[in-house]
């Protein structure tokens, strides 16, 4: 890749794919890479009407196996260590991340990492999502954990609170 790519985890992916904006991905960062693992992990959790990552044109899947230095971190789930793992060997410009384990591990490494809310936010700032209120309360309907503490600090962020 001839810039620096962003790379991706799963749960990023489950959550947009959820709550039909998965797009808001390509309309950010062009391109978004992810590991085979993280590809994986998202066709044992996708349902029906989901897409098929591997049909997603601006997504791309490599094949990457952790770094065995990952393994000191034990509670990283293998498609967070796979894309720690390809952030780190393509010097990424951005991990995106969920877990809060995962993104310290990924901080304590030099990476720059965002999760979805992150995205969220961003995709506001650019004008792609119009309101973050209605998204946030779809991904907490279905079932994501997102404290009302931190639901009112995004939403002030967004300028909606």
Known sequence: MPSKPVVSNTSPLINLVGVGHLDLLRQLYTEVVIPDLVRDEYRVKMTVGDPDLADVPWLTIKPT????????????????????????????????????YARDVARRLGLPVVGTLGVLLAAKQIGALAAIQPVLDALIAQGRRISPKLRTEVLRAAGEG
Do not use: C, N, V
Not at 75 to 85: D, F, K, P, R, S
């Open 65 to 100: 196996r952790p770094d065995a230095a990952l393994h000191a971190y034990r509670a990283l789930g293998g498609g967070e260590a796979a894309a720690i793992t390809l952030a780190q060997s393509h010097q990424a410009r951005l991990l995106i991340l969920d877990d809060k």
